[in-house]
């Protein structure tokens, strides 16, 4: 006879339902007064990006697609002249929303929450003539469970190739949706489900117009997702924890410990951190840049002075930053020797620092050639840890006149305690929206951000930024 066979079905928590729950409870006037200022801020701070995004062709040729699919739609695709489905407004405005990549980073994730989900709740609150609390509630709560869904299968979760932003945020933007739309618990555990039917995204992209199409593809799948389940659309409302479901598929079989833990307590706007980039390029080259213009700041330097830049960083920096080389104005936001050379020759990087012909620009191809980036071993000693280890970075400059100069960066510029006030994020706004729209009407959407909750109706800044 044969033995009988060992049942090894994993019993989890119904770690779903328990993320709707904690949605569908979840109340403005609970929010701590610091975790509502520090939303706003990304709030603003995406609202630039978005806006100064819409000069890229990546966001154009997506407005020329929605366009030709014809039909009406009350939902505002930022400084686009012209309104469409709210699925729609949020696959094009966060496209424009992450196309420079400078948009806000989760300490946890290392990841971009806020350029999918923001999109997502200015397209469905304008369609629904919701207050700015809900919306800033929204934000909140769809940034959570994102940040807390990837807390569940760090590290692997990367390590296989797959993009936290794209697929992370699809499960966001679906939860701020249902929130905005009020779902019971049962619908939102089929939105949630029905996002992870959509969830995915491939590191692949990066250096791509793809890798910003994944911010907008999570923000339409999200808001498609919560909109069918208001509809009575129903998905695996196990679609976390349950067999084939997302931390089998996405974690490896990864336990999920971490997700429900301190959910809401404290919020992931306030601990870890959800932080700001100083620089319009991969984070992970953030050290590196840093450590540069201090070089240049301290000893006078400049790029005619070069003989050779030796730039030691940890694994997770050189798993990223792949384009020794670029071909391209993305792929130069995934390259240390582009960023370098530019730092080298310019003293700053800055959004007018990518550009395709700047790619091709000699002088900047040949001291790219002379900076090398490689693995030192003591930052590699703890091994590789996409989400945790420290994007550590040493960069060594060696002179023509045999000077030589070393500067270690082992807290990056994003880092918590590093980000701007609201003062200089103001100014990051009116440097990205100033591109598109007149100062009277950003000095107004200052104002309106400013006291967000405040407003009765987020329509009125939507269509304030629609550029007519």
Not at 76 to 101: E, H, Q, R, W
Not at 177 to 194: E, F
Not at 290 to 319: H, N, W
Not at 342 to 364: G, K, Q, W, Y
Request: net charge neutral; proline share 5%; with cysteine.
């Amino acid at each position: 006879m044969d033995a009988p066979q060992q049942n090894t079905t994993v019993t989890r928590q119904p770690i779903t339902k328990q993320i709707a729950e904690f949605v569908h409870s979840a109340t403005f006037e609970k929010l701590p007064p610091e975790v509502i200022q520090l939303a706003k801020n990304s709030f603003l701070d995406t609202l630039g990006l978005t806006l100064g995004g819409m000069t890229e062709s990546a966001p154009q040729i997506l407005s020329r697609f929605v366009r030709g699919q014809g039909g009406t739609g009350n939902a505002t695709v930022l400084a686009g002249k012209f309104k469409t489905s709210a699925p729609y407004a949020a696959l094009v405005n966060g496209t424009a929303g992450d196309i420079f990549g400078w948009s806000d980073i989760s300490v946890i994730q290392m990841t971009h929450p806020s350029v999918s989900i923001c999109p997502a709740v200015w397209a469905l609150g304008e369609q629904l003539h919701v207050s700015g609390k809900a919306v800033l509630l929204a934000h909140v709560l769809g940034l959570e469970v994102a940040d807390k869904i990837g807390a569940g299968v760090k590290p692997g979760f990367q390590l296989k190739g797959w993009h936290p932003l794209a697929v992370l945020n699809t499960f966001g933007c679906a939860a701020a949706g249902g929130k905005l739309l009020g779902l019971n618990v049962d619908k939102l555990c089929n939105a949630l489900g029905i996002a992870g039917a959509e969830a995915s995204g491939m590191r692949v992209a990066m250096g791509t117009m793809s890798k910003a199409y994944g911010a907008g593809r999570s923000a339409r799948d999200g808001v498609t997702s919560a909109l069918l389940a208001d509809l009575g659309y129903t998905g695996p409302g196990d679609v976390i924890e349950g067999r084939d479901g997302f931390l089998q598929t996405f974690g490896d079989g990864a336990s999920g410990a971490g997700i429900l833990d301190n959910l809401g307590d404290p919020y992931e706007f306030f601990s870890p951190g959800i932080t700001l980039k100083k620089f319009p390029a991969c984070t992970r080259s953030h050290n590196g840049i840093q450590g540069m213009l201090d070089l240049r700041k301290r000893y006078g330097f400049g790029s005619l002075d070069i003989e050779s830049v030796e730039c030691l960083v940890t694994p997770a920096v050189v798993d990223y930053l792949k384009f020794s080389q670029p071909k391209s104005k993305f792929e130069a936001k995934y390259s240390m020797e582009f960023c370098l050379a530019t730092v080298l020759r310019d003293n700053a990087v800055t959004i007018s620092s990518f550009s395709d012909e700047r790619v091709r620009d000699p002088e900047l191809t040949t001291l790219m050639k002379k900076i090398n980036m490689k693995v030192w071993p003591e930052y590699a000693k703890d091994g590789y840890n996409p989400s945790y280890a420290p994007y550590g970075c040493i960069v060594n400059v060696k002179l023509k006149d045999g000077r030589q100069f070393s500067e270690r960066v082992d807290k990056g510029p994003w880092e918590p305690g590093t980000s701007p006030s609201w003062d200089d994020l103001t100014e990051k706004f009116r440097g990205n929206a100033e591109m598109v729209l007149d100062k009277r009407v950003v000095e107004q959407a200052v104002d309106l951000v400013a006291r967000l909750e405040h407003i009765e109706d987020i329509s009125t800044l939507m269509s304030l930024l629609a550029g007519n």
